[in-house]
Structures are given as structure tokens and as C-alpha cells.
């Protein structure tokens, strides 16, 4: 068949045995690839419309694959001033008072990004901004993407002015005479803002998604599972695809959410949905969630934070998802569940076995149906012998520790979870060793989406920051190939797609990205400055730098 790619002085890593391959050439036809040899042999398949590119050295790996993010509900997100690096209030108020400042009347002010961390002890609430939003409306996600601040305006317009009862585990946050302190826990609540708030238009979204995944395919990923499939986002990516303006392979994970789960008929239209999608994005599994976070004290632990919260479950009733996820493992769809604190993960992994019946084949064959956890915040030893037993995937996000968290344990995470539970935070060492398959990812948008940033977080696990500062748990890094693998071979097994995906063989996807030095050598403090030369899905470039 005609040849479509063919890349000469190459060095071919493959990320199974982490060692370069004795080719320097290789060639894709048919979204496979097809060769693997020297340039000579591999410069004499090109035809006319082969891309043909001389690499000159640089080191070609599997594409490089985020195991959670949020492509189409971040683009909507992040359409506003960016909070992201503000380290204190006073930054904080400035960036909203020049946004403030260039709104046209009575328009709403966005934001995204903002670090609890900021407050510092003060409860975090609208009116620790000062006057800064007085008579504006505002909405500001905070990073979890969990909560929200709305101001007294916002409040108004969206008629939130009390407590509500919600059937998740979501909150109007009241002060002690039952006013809203502009706080709003969880998907419920901050619904209430975001239906007040006006929405982008189809076409604006369109428009920024797409020069998002070009900015993603540029840093070197070529795919991702993406856990948003909730309102229009199908179609998104259905017309982002007709476009072409889909440069990565994406795996779809629609929501259920307690309210569905007691619709029999929604169950069933996310069991149908499945496999449905093109030819770089398909629905393959279900998104659910155990428990919230640890910093908004809506995670679900063992034993409560230190401000007496985090002690239920995300579910009004534990023993309904665990009946869901029968229902799921049962009609053969795996399920990523959101579970962060240590009873929520313990309860996930419980509802997985009682599934399973007993029939796991553990961590190296686990049946066609391969379960996740998503994000693993804080575990006990006991937890975390049980994901490889059980063939669950760790799928865990070290830049969150990295960025969001401290060593001195002085950051609202750590006080919150207090000295014991806080030297348990993202013990991705410990479970590699344990045996489970690790996935990394950047749960874009809550932190930065660039495959070697999340690497080198994994590796050095200090601030992105200020990478002076000393690391949270180096007990708990990944070695370079590790790392490597958790972008690249892991996430293809946890899609059931190693036969196919996460290696340099022949028969492979020709899913590549080409790195101008071996990551595997590159010092942790400097991965995230690799460049990034190539990167190219079904053996079709979406990448291509300047000279390359």
C-alpha cells in the first residue's frame, strides 16, 4: 500500500524495554506502522505523496497520551482572566480589577484557576476580594474545577440567596444567619451560577477548541481519555473531527452522575453510547464520582479533615453506585470513577471486586473489562496492594501535588488532611511497586496539559513554579521510565489497546512524537523544556516544527 510517513535519522525508543531500537528509520501507511529499518531501505519506500522527514537525530517515541483531561468543557472553563498564577490575594484582586476595569456595562466577568491557597486562613469567600467585584457579576472557578465564587451581583442575578438541598453531595456555602458567602461546592451548585451566566456561542467554542488541540498536539500528545462527554460536547467532537481539527485520538467518558443513576433509562443510553463515535474519538467507558476534593472538604475520608468535613460519600447513598458499576462491569463497560480520599477510593475498590465476583486476573491480565481510579489523593498500605489484585488502573495526576500542594505540609490540602494522611499524598511509587498500572495525566485544566510537564512533575514532584523548591514525598517519584511508560504503554493497556498502541513495533498505530533529546536522559528539572519536534496521528503529522 502506499507509504504515508516515512521519518529517516531517527532514534527509535521504545518505551516497553527503554531502549532504543537498532533502526534508524521507520515508515507508516494505513494510520500503522509498516517498517522499521535503516534510511536507505525505509527513503526507497516514498512515493509521491509520502511525507518524508529527516529528523536528524531526534528521538522518536510512542505519541505521548494524557490519561485524564477535559478538552471541551476546559475550553469553556478557561474563557476568562486567568487566576492561575496568582500566589496571594493582593494578585488576586488585581487581576480581577484590570478585567474589571475592560468589561463593557453590566457584562459578566469570568474567571478560572484560582488556588484556595491564596486565603490562607480566611475562609474562602467572596468577600476576602474586597470591593474589587462590588456591582459586578462574577463567576471564578476555583482549580479544582469543583467550586465556584460568585459575587453578590452573580448571586442576585442567578437567584441564589440560601441553602439548597441537592442530590449529590453539593453545597450553597451559608454563613451562620443563612447568607451565601458566594462559595458553591460541587456540579449542583454551581450549575445554579452557570445557567444565569452567558454561555460562548457554538461557533466561539468551535473556534478555541480547536487551536486548543493544536497547542496540545504541538506539545507533543497525540491523544487523550477525556472525561467530559455531558451536553453538546458528542457533537463537538464530532464537527471538530469534520473539520479536521481534531489532531489527537480521544477517548470519550461520558458522566453518571447520582440523579442518573437512579434513571434506568439514562444507564442504558450510556451503555448504548458506547464504541459510538469517528475515526479519532469514540465513547469507551463511564465517569463517575466517589467524592469531591480534599481542599473544598467535600472528599470522603476514612476519618474527617481537620475542620470536622470530608466525611460522606459524592453518592447521597454509597450502595446505589456500587449497584451502578455491577450493572456497567456486567454489560461490559469500564467505568473511571473520581475518588480521591481514602473511604471513597476504599468504597470504588470494594464495588469493583464485588463485580468482579471474585474473577480479576490482577494487574498483567485483568478481563476484557478494565476499571479506573481516578486521582488517589491519600491511601492507606492496605489500599494500595488491592489495585493490582484487582486490575484496576491507578490513573493519578503528580502535577496537582506538585503545584498545589507543599512539602512543609504548611497548604490547605495538607492542614486540612493533618501529618499522617498528608505523607500519603499521591503515592505513585508505591503503587507502581505495588504493581498497579499507573496512568499519568494533567486533568486539564486543572493543571497544565504538556505531556513532558506532567512527566517531569512525576519525576521531581517539586513546583512547576519554582522548581528550587524542595519536592513533596520524593519517596513517591517515578523514574524516567516510568514516567514514560505512564504516558505511552500504560494508558494503551488501560484501553485494552496494547496490542496496537503504546509501542514501536510493526502492526502498531503510527501514533509518534519526536522529542530533540531522550527524555529518558534529560535531567527531571529540564524535561519540560524538551522541545517538541514532531507529532503525528494515523502516521499523519499535527505537529511539525519550524526546521523540521
Known amino acids: 500500500m502506499p507509504t504515508d510517513l516515512v521519518l529517516l535519522s531517527a532514534r527509535l525508543l521504545d518505551p516497553a524495554t527503554g531502549r532504543l531500537l537498532p533502526h534508524t528509520a521507520l515508515a507508516a ?3 500503522r506502522i509498516t517498517h522499521l529499518g535503516d534510511d536507505r531501505e525505509l527513503r526507497a519506500l516514498a512515493g509521491p505523496a509520502t511525507t518524508v522527514v529527516d529528523l536528524k537525530g531526534a528521538v522518536v517515541t510512542p505519541g505521548l497520551v494524557d490519561g485524564h483531561l477535559h478538552p471541551l468543557s476546559g475550553v469553556e ?10 500566589a496571594d490575594l493582593p494578585a488576586v484582586r488585581a487581576a480581577l480589577a484590570r478585567e474589571a476595569a475592560a468589561l463593557a456595562p453590566g457584562a459578566w466577568l469570568r474567571g478560572w484557576g484560582l488556588d484556595p491557597n491564596v486565603f490562607g486562613d480566611r475562609p474562602v469567600a467572596t468577600a476576602a476580594l474586597g470591593p474589587v467585584l462590588d456591582g459586578v457579576p462574577a463567576a471564578l472557578d476555583l482549580f479544582d474545577a469543583h467550586s465556584m465564587l460568585a459575587s453578590p451581583r452573580a448571586l442576585e442575578l442567578a437567584g441564589i440567596d440560601g441553602p439548597r438541598h441537592f442530590e449529590q453531595a453539593a453545597e450553597i456555602v451559608c454563613d451562620a444567619d443563612g447568607r451565601p458567602t458566594g462559595l458553591l461546592l460541587e456540579d449542583a451548585a454551581c450549575e445554579l451560577l452557570e445557567a444565569a451566566a452567558p454561555k460562548p456561542t457554538a461557533a466561539e467554542l468551535h473556534e478555541r477548541a480547536a487551536a486548543v488541540l493544536r497547542a496540545m498536539a504541538a506539545s507533543g500528545l497525540t491523544g487523550g481519555h477525556a472525561m467530559d462527554a455531558n451536553g453538546d460536547s458528542l457533537a463537538g467532537y464530532a464537527a471538530l473531527e469534520a473539520d479536521g481539527a481534531l489532531p489527537l485520538r480521544l477517548r470519550v467518558a461520558p458522566w453518571c452522575q447520582p440523579g442518573t443513576a437512579n434513571d434506568a433509562d439514562a444507564v442504558t443510553e450510556l451503555i448504548r453510547l458506547q464504541g459510538t463515535g469517528g475515526a479519532r474519538w469514540r465513547v469507551d467507558g463511564v465517569k463517575l464520582f466517589m467524592d469531591g476534593t480534599i481542599d473544598n472538604g467535600t472528599a470522603w475520608l476514612e476519618a474527617p479533615d481537620c475542620h470536622g468535613q470530608s466525611t460522606h460519600a459524592f453518592w447521597p447513598d454509597p450502595q446505589v453506585y456500587t449497584r451502578v458499576i455491577g450493572q456497567l462491569h456486567r454489560a461490559g463497560v469500564p467505568t473511571a470513577t473520581h475518588a480521591i480520599g481514602d473511604a471513597a477510593v476504599r468504597h470504588v475498590l470494594d464495588a469493583i471486586e464485588r463485580a468482579q465476583g471474585g474473577r480479576a486476573g490482577g494487574a498483567g491480565g485483568a478481563g476484557p473489562v478494565r476499571h479506573r481510579v481516578e486521582h488517589i489523593e491519600t491511601v492507606p498500605d492496605d489500599t494500595v496492594h488491592r489495585f ?33 494522611r498528608a505523607a500519603r499524598a499521591w503515592r505513585c511509587r508505591d503503587l507502581w511497586e505495588a504493581g498497579a498500572r499507573v496512568v499519568l495525566g494533567s486533568d486539564w485544566p ?11 512533575g512525576a519525576r521531581h514532584r517539586r513546583p512547576s513554579r519554582d522548581l528550587a523548591e524542595p519536592p513533596h514525598g520524593i519517596e513517591q517519584a517515578l523514574t524516567p521510565l516510568q514516567a514514560l511508560r505512564g504516558v505511552t504503554v500504560n494508558p494503551a493497556w488501560a484501553a485494552g489497546e496494547e496490542a496496537v498502541a503504546g509501542r514501536l513495533a510493526v502492526g502498531y498505530r503510527a501514533d509518534l512524537t519526536a522529542l530533540a533529546e531522550n527524555p529518558l536522559t534529560v535531567a527531571d528539572t529540564e524535561l519540560a523544556e524538551l522541545p517538541v519536534l514532531l507529532t503525528a496521528v494515523d502516521g499523519r503529522p499535527t505537529h511539525r516544527a519550524a526546521g523540521i
Open 29 to 31: 501507511a494505513d494510520g
Open 446 to 456: 486543572i493543571a497544565p496539559y504538556p505531556p513532558l510537564t506532567v512527566m517531569a
Open 77 to 86: 472553563r478557561t474563557m476568562g482572566v486567568d487566576l492561575s498564577g496568582c
Open 388 to 420: 493490582a489484585a484487582l486490575g484496576v488502573t491507578a490513573s493519578m495526576q503528580p502535577t496537582h501535588c506538585c503545584d498545589y500542594t507543599r512539602a512543609d505540609h504548611t497548604d490547605n490540602w495538607s492542614r486540612r488532611l493533618g501529618e499522617e
